[in-house]
Protein backbone atom coordinates (compact mmCIF):
# COMPACT_ATOMS: atom_id res chain seq x y z
CA UNK A 1 0.00 0.00 0.00
CA UNK A 2 1.26 3.35 -0.72
CA UNK A 3 0.88 6.11 2.70
CA UNK A 4 2.12 9.50 3.41
CA UNK A 5 4.20 8.77 6.57
CA UNK A 6 4.95 5.82 9.12
CA UNK A 7 5.18 5.91 12.96
CA UNK A 8 7.27 2.96 14.63
CA UNK A 9 7.80 2.57 18.33
CA UNK A 10 8.54 -0.62 19.55
CA UNK A 11 8.40 -1.75 23.41
CA UNK A 12 10.95 -3.27 25.55
CA UNK A 13 10.05 -4.78 29.23
CA UNK A 14 12.82 -2.46 30.64
CA UNK A 15 10.22 0.55 30.44
CA UNK A 16 12.29 1.44 27.29
CA UNK A 17 10.62 3.03 24.02
CA UNK A 18 11.78 3.43 20.67
CA UNK A 19 10.38 5.86 18.22
CA UNK A 20 11.34 7.17 14.76
CA UNK A 21 8.95 8.64 12.36
CA UNK A 22 9.22 8.50 8.75
CA UNK A 23 7.31 10.51 6.02
CA UNK A 24 7.99 9.76 2.37
CA UNK A 25 9.55 12.74 0.23
CA UNK A 26 7.05 15.95 -1.03
CA UNK A 27 5.02 14.65 -4.14
CA UNK A 28 5.61 10.90 -3.51
CA UNK A 29 4.54 7.98 -1.23
CA UNK A 30 5.85 5.33 0.65
CA UNK A 31 5.47 1.71 -0.74
CA UNK A 32 4.87 -0.43 2.33
CA UNK A 33 3.31 -3.88 3.70
CA UNK A 34 2.55 -5.31 6.77
CA UNK A 35 4.89 -8.05 7.58
CA UNK A 36 3.06 -11.17 7.26
CA UNK A 37 2.12 -9.98 4.09
CA UNK A 38 5.36 -11.31 2.71
CA UNK A 39 7.79 -14.69 3.46
CA UNK A 40 10.72 -13.04 3.26
CA UNK A 41 12.84 -10.62 6.62
CA UNK A 42 12.45 -7.32 7.36
CA UNK A 43 13.81 -5.20 10.22
CA UNK A 44 10.82 -4.11 11.28
CA UNK A 45 6.75 -4.01 11.51
CA UNK A 46 6.90 -2.82 7.50
CA UNK A 47 8.14 -4.20 4.15
CA UNK A 48 9.29 -1.31 2.28
CA UNK A 49 8.89 -2.30 -1.20
CA UNK A 50 11.76 0.97 -2.23
CA UNK A 51 15.22 -0.09 -1.89
CA UNK A 52 15.66 3.06 -1.00
CA UNK A 53 13.38 3.79 1.76
CA UNK A 54 14.39 -0.11 2.97
CA UNK A 55 17.90 1.23 3.63
CA UNK A 56 16.85 4.29 4.95
CA UNK A 57 15.06 2.60 7.19
CA UNK A 58 16.73 -0.08 9.05
CA UNK A 59 19.52 2.81 9.20
CA UNK A 60 16.84 5.29 10.96
CA UNK A 61 15.80 2.92 13.24
CA UNK A 62 19.04 1.39 14.53
CA UNK A 63 19.90 4.69 15.41
CA UNK A 64 17.14 6.22 16.65
CA UNK A 65 17.37 7.32 20.50
CA UNK A 66 15.48 4.92 23.19
CA UNK A 67 13.38 6.58 25.71
CA UNK A 68 12.68 5.19 28.95
CA UNK A 69 8.97 5.61 30.30
CA UNK A 70 7.61 7.15 33.38
CA UNK A 71 5.79 5.03 35.83
CA UNK A 72 2.48 7.00 34.79
CA UNK A 73 2.80 5.53 31.36
CA UNK A 74 3.97 2.16 31.94
CA UNK A 75 3.89 -0.30 35.47
CA UNK A 76 3.57 -4.06 35.59
CA UNK A 77 1.05 -5.06 38.24
CA UNK A 78 0.77 -8.83 39.18
CA UNK A 79 2.71 -9.94 36.23
CA UNK A 80 0.73 -7.61 34.05
CA UNK A 81 2.33 -4.87 32.00
CA UNK A 82 0.52 -1.96 31.57
CA UNK A 83 1.15 0.60 28.88
CA UNK A 84 -0.31 4.24 27.89
CA UNK A 85 0.48 6.55 25.21
CA UNK A 86 -1.10 9.54 23.77
CA UNK A 87 0.04 10.56 20.04
CA UNK A 88 -0.74 14.01 18.88
CA UNK A 89 -0.20 15.33 15.12
CA UNK A 90 0.77 12.35 13.07
CA UNK A 91 1.19 13.91 9.89
CA UNK A 92 -1.51 13.20 6.89
CA UNK A 93 -2.39 14.30 3.57
CA UNK A 94 -5.26 14.43 1.37
CA UNK A 95 -6.56 10.56 0.33
CA UNK A 96 -3.98 9.25 1.55
CA UNK A 97 -3.00 6.98 4.61
CA UNK A 98 -0.71 7.13 7.29
CA UNK A 99 0.35 4.10 9.98
CA UNK A 100 1.35 3.93 13.45
CA UNK A 101 2.84 0.36 14.15
CA UNK A 102 3.90 -1.06 17.91
CA UNK A 103 5.77 -3.87 18.26
CA UNK A 104 5.35 -5.82 21.50
CA UNK A 105 8.10 -6.93 23.71
CA UNK A 106 9.56 -10.51 22.54
CA UNK A 107 7.44 -13.08 23.47
CA UNK A 108 4.74 -10.61 25.02
CA UNK A 109 1.55 -12.03 24.83
CA UNK A 110 -1.63 -8.69 25.16
CA UNK A 111 -4.50 -9.19 26.62
CA UNK A 112 -5.74 -6.20 25.31
CA UNK A 113 -4.92 -3.23 22.34
CA UNK A 114 -7.01 0.00 22.65
CA UNK A 115 -7.31 2.72 20.50
CA UNK A 116 -9.38 5.55 20.81
CA UNK A 117 -10.07 9.06 19.74
CA UNK A 118 -8.92 11.63 22.27
CA UNK A 119 -11.85 14.17 21.37
CA UNK A 120 -14.97 11.87 20.92
CA UNK A 121 -14.00 8.94 23.27
CA UNK A 122 -14.96 6.60 19.91
CA UNK A 123 -12.70 3.46 20.03
CA UNK A 124 -10.64 2.60 16.65
CA UNK A 125 -10.34 -0.69 14.65
CA UNK A 126 -6.69 -1.70 14.40
CA UNK A 127 -4.85 -4.62 12.70
CA UNK A 128 -3.30 -7.03 15.17
CA UNK A 129 -0.72 -9.78 13.64
CA UNK A 130 1.97 -12.20 15.40
CA UNK A 131 5.20 -11.58 14.03
CA UNK A 132 6.85 -14.88 14.12
CA UNK A 133 10.32 -13.86 12.36
CA UNK A 134 10.51 -11.30 15.67
CA UNK A 135 8.82 -12.88 18.07
CA UNK A 136 6.10 -9.96 18.86
CA UNK A 137 2.60 -9.34 18.82
CA UNK A 138 2.27 -5.91 16.38
CA UNK A 139 -0.63 -3.34 16.46
CA UNK A 140 -1.08 -1.42 13.46
CA UNK A 141 -3.51 1.65 13.46
CA UNK A 142 -4.65 3.59 10.22
CA UNK A 143 -4.59 6.76 10.63
CA UNK A 144 -6.39 9.62 8.10
CA UNK A 145 -7.76 13.37 8.58
CA UNK A 146 -8.70 16.33 6.43
CA UNK A 147 -6.79 18.55 8.85
CA UNK A 148 -3.19 17.52 8.74
CA UNK A 149 -2.63 15.75 11.74
CA UNK A 150 -4.52 12.53 13.60
CA UNK A 151 -4.24 12.01 17.15
CA UNK A 152 -5.05 9.14 19.32
CA UNK A 153 -4.65 7.19 22.87
CA UNK A 154 -3.54 4.06 23.13
CA UNK A 155 -4.18 1.22 26.09
CA UNK A 156 -1.94 -1.30 25.94
CA UNK A 157 -1.87 -4.66 28.87
CA UNK A 158 0.39 -7.84 28.41
CA UNK A 159 2.37 -10.74 30.20
CA UNK A 160 5.84 -12.42 29.11
CA UNK A 161 4.41 -15.69 28.23
CA UNK A 162 7.01 -17.13 26.11
CA UNK A 163 6.02 -20.87 26.41
CA UNK A 164 2.37 -20.00 25.02
CA UNK A 165 3.73 -17.02 22.79
CA UNK A 166 3.46 -18.99 19.35
CA UNK A 167 0.05 -20.83 20.10
CA UNK A 168 -1.65 -17.51 20.86
CA UNK A 169 -3.62 -15.30 18.69
CA UNK A 170 -5.10 -11.66 19.59
CA UNK A 171 -8.37 -10.60 18.47
CA UNK A 172 -11.41 -7.89 20.22
CA UNK A 173 -14.59 -6.34 18.63
CA UNK A 174 -12.21 -4.09 16.76
CA UNK A 175 -9.84 -6.04 15.20
CA UNK A 176 -9.56 -6.45 11.26
CA UNK A 177 -8.19 -9.53 9.66
CA UNK A 178 -7.13 -7.58 6.39
CA UNK A 179 -6.22 -4.43 8.11
CA UNK A 180 -8.53 -1.22 8.97
CA UNK A 181 -10.99 -0.30 6.73
CA UNK A 182 -11.53 3.45 6.14
CA UNK A 183 -14.89 4.78 5.61
CA UNK A 184 -13.83 8.08 3.77
CA UNK A 185 -16.87 10.43 5.17
CA UNK A 186 -15.01 10.43 8.59
CA UNK A 187 -11.76 12.32 7.15
CA UNK A 188 -14.23 15.31 6.21
CA UNK A 189 -16.55 15.47 8.96
CA UNK A 190 -15.82 17.07 12.36
CA UNK A 191 -15.90 14.99 15.28
CA UNK A 192 -18.85 16.32 17.14
CA UNK A 193 -20.99 15.48 13.66
CA UNK A 194 -20.05 11.82 13.30
CA UNK A 195 -22.85 10.11 15.11
CA UNK A 196 -25.40 11.88 12.99
CA UNK A 197 -23.53 11.17 9.38
CA UNK A 198 -22.96 7.66 10.54
CA UNK A 199 -26.73 7.63 10.92
CA UNK A 200 -27.25 8.80 7.65
CA UNK A 201 -25.14 6.63 5.87
CA UNK A 202 -26.23 3.62 7.25
CA UNK A 203 -27.51 1.03 4.62
CA UNK A 204 -30.88 1.43 5.68
CA UNK A 205 -30.82 5.08 6.10
CA UNK A 206 -32.71 5.61 2.51
CA UNK A 207 -32.05 5.58 -1.37
CA UNK A 208 -29.86 8.94 -0.87
CA UNK A 209 -25.91 7.96 -1.41
CA UNK A 210 -23.73 10.47 0.20
CA UNK A 211 -21.93 12.39 -1.97
CA UNK A 212 -18.25 13.00 -1.84
CA UNK A 213 -18.18 16.06 -0.54
CA UNK A 214 -18.46 16.24 3.56
CA UNK A 215 -19.66 18.24 6.28
CA UNK A 216 -17.88 21.50 7.41
CA UNK A 217 -14.03 20.93 8.38
CA UNK A 218 -12.64 22.87 10.97
CA UNK A 219 -13.48 20.20 13.98
CA UNK A 220 -10.86 18.20 16.21
CA UNK A 221 -9.57 15.63 13.60
CA UNK A 222 -10.10 11.56 14.24
CA UNK A 223 -9.55 8.36 12.98
CA UNK A 224 -11.75 7.77 9.92
CA UNK A 225 -10.28 9.97 10.44
CA UNK A 226 -9.97 7.44 9.81
CA UNK A 227 -12.50 7.24 10.20
CA UNK A 228 -10.58 6.60 11.39
CA UNK A 229 -9.37 4.03 11.32
CA UNK A 230 -11.35 2.86 11.19
CA UNK A 231 -13.78 -0.45 10.77
CA UNK A 232 -17.72 0.66 10.94
CA UNK A 233 -19.91 -2.20 9.91
CA UNK A 234 -23.93 -0.89 9.91
CA UNK A 235 -25.95 -4.07 9.56
CA UNK A 236 -29.09 -2.19 10.60
CA UNK A 237 -29.68 1.38 11.79
CA UNK A 238 -28.12 2.50 14.18
CA UNK A 239 -29.36 6.01 15.91
CA UNK A 240 -26.26 7.42 18.46
CA UNK A 241 -27.29 10.89 19.61
CA UNK A 242 -26.12 12.10 22.94
CA UNK A 243 -24.63 9.21 24.18
CA UNK A 244 -27.82 7.03 23.23
CA UNK A 245 -28.08 4.14 21.08
CA UNK A 246 -31.24 3.03 19.41
CA UNK A 247 -32.84 1.09 16.54
CA UNK A 248 -34.67 2.33 14.13
CA UNK A 249 -37.00 1.36 11.08
CA UNK A 250 -36.75 3.29 7.74
CA UNK A 251 -40.23 3.40 7.89
CA UNK A 252 -41.56 6.98 9.58
CA UNK A 253 -42.81 5.61 13.02
CA UNK A 254 -46.67 6.38 13.96
CA UNK A 255 -46.67 7.33 17.06
CA UNK A 256 -49.50 9.82 19.08
CA UNK A 257 -46.90 11.56 21.01
CA UNK A 258 -45.92 15.26 20.10
CA UNK A 259 -43.12 16.48 20.60
CA UNK A 260 -43.37 19.68 22.11
CA UNK A 261 -42.72 22.46 20.39
CA UNK A 262 -40.09 24.28 22.27
CA UNK A 263 -36.26 23.25 21.39
CA UNK A 264 -33.55 22.21 24.03
CA UNK A 265 -31.21 24.53 24.32
CA UNK A 266 -28.32 24.08 21.39
CA UNK A 267 -25.50 21.90 21.86
CA UNK A 268 -23.76 24.07 19.82
CA UNK A 269 -23.59 26.79 17.64
CA UNK A 270 -23.07 26.19 13.70
CA UNK A 271 -24.04 29.72 12.63
CA UNK A 272 -20.30 30.34 11.03
CA UNK A 273 -20.68 27.22 8.35
CA UNK A 274 -24.51 27.94 8.05
CA UNK A 275 -24.28 31.24 7.27
CA UNK A 276 -21.12 31.09 4.87
CA UNK A 277 -22.97 28.50 2.84
CA UNK A 278 -26.29 30.18 1.73
CA UNK A 279 -28.40 27.26 2.60
CA UNK A 280 -32.08 27.44 1.68
CA UNK A 281 -34.28 28.16 4.18
CA UNK A 282 -35.47 24.16 4.62
CA UNK A 283 -31.95 23.10 3.90
CA UNK A 284 -31.20 25.20 7.24
CA UNK A 285 -33.85 24.01 9.05
CA UNK A 286 -33.01 20.55 8.67
CA UNK A 287 -29.14 21.03 9.16
CA UNK A 288 -30.02 22.80 12.27
CA UNK A 289 -32.05 20.28 13.90
CA UNK A 290 -29.25 17.37 12.93
CA UNK A 291 -25.96 19.45 14.26
CA UNK A 292 -27.07 22.12 16.22
CA UNK A 293 -29.69 20.17 18.39
CA UNK A 294 -28.33 16.81 17.56
CA UNK A 295 -31.86 14.79 16.55
CA UNK A 296 -32.00 12.13 14.38
CA UNK A 297 -32.91 11.63 10.95
CA UNK A 298 -36.57 10.00 12.72
CA UNK A 299 -36.94 12.44 14.86
CA UNK A 300 -36.96 15.47 12.71
CA UNK A 301 -38.95 13.72 9.99
CA UNK A 302 -42.00 13.25 12.90
CA UNK A 303 -41.08 16.91 13.82
CA UNK A 304 -41.38 18.28 10.45
CA UNK A 305 -44.24 15.90 9.37
CA UNK A 306 -41.98 14.69 6.81
CA UNK A 307 -40.63 11.83 5.52
CA UNK A 308 -37.57 10.48 5.91
CA UNK A 309 -36.32 10.55 2.56
CA UNK A 310 -37.30 14.08 2.24
CA UNK A 311 -35.08 15.32 5.16
CA UNK A 312 -32.36 12.97 3.89
CA UNK A 313 -32.05 14.54 0.94
CA UNK A 314 -32.17 17.96 2.57
CA UNK A 315 -29.54 17.24 4.71
CA UNK A 316 -27.59 16.06 1.86
CA UNK A 317 -28.00 19.51 0.06
CA UNK A 318 -26.60 21.23 2.59
CA UNK A 319 -23.74 19.12 3.30
CA UNK A 320 -23.06 19.76 0.12
CA UNK A 321 -23.42 23.92 0.14
CA UNK A 322 -21.47 23.69 3.23
CA UNK A 323 -18.77 21.61 2.07
CA UNK A 324 -18.12 23.80 -0.72
CA UNK A 325 -18.01 26.86 0.94
CA UNK A 326 -15.61 25.78 3.30
CA UNK A 327 -13.34 24.75 0.03
CA UNK A 328 -13.76 28.04 -1.27
CA UNK A 329 -12.35 29.45 2.33
CA UNK A 330 -9.65 27.62 2.51
CA UNK A 331 -8.41 28.29 -1.13
CA UNK A 332 -8.59 31.87 -0.93
CA UNK A 333 -6.89 31.67 2.40
CA UNK A 334 -4.21 29.71 1.09
CA UNK A 335 -3.79 32.20 -1.82
CA UNK A 336 -3.69 34.95 0.68
CA UNK A 337 -0.70 33.30 1.99
CA UNK A 338 0.22 33.05 -0.98
CA UNK A 339 0.97 36.60 -1.40
CA UNK A 340 1.90 37.75 1.98
Not at 87 to 114: C, D
Request: glycine share 4%; net charge neutral.
Amino acid sequence: MNVAAVVVEHLEYDECLRTLQMQADPGRTLTIAFADEFDEPCEGPFHFLDEHNKKLFEKEFAECKTLKLSKSNFTLVDGEYHFHTFWQGIPTRPSSLSYYSLSLPEFAVPSKIRFTDPHSHREFSKHIIRDDRRNCFVAYLACRSSHGSFDFLLELKFRNERDNFYRTKYADAHTSPHGAKIDEYESLVPAHLREAVREFLSPKAGPLAPSSGGVPSGGVPSQLELLPSVTLISADLAKIVGGRTTQESTEPKKSSTKLPDQLPPKHLDMSRYFDGARLTERQLEVASLAWEYEMSIGEIARRLGKHRSTIQERLAAAKIRIDRAGNFERRAAARAKRLD
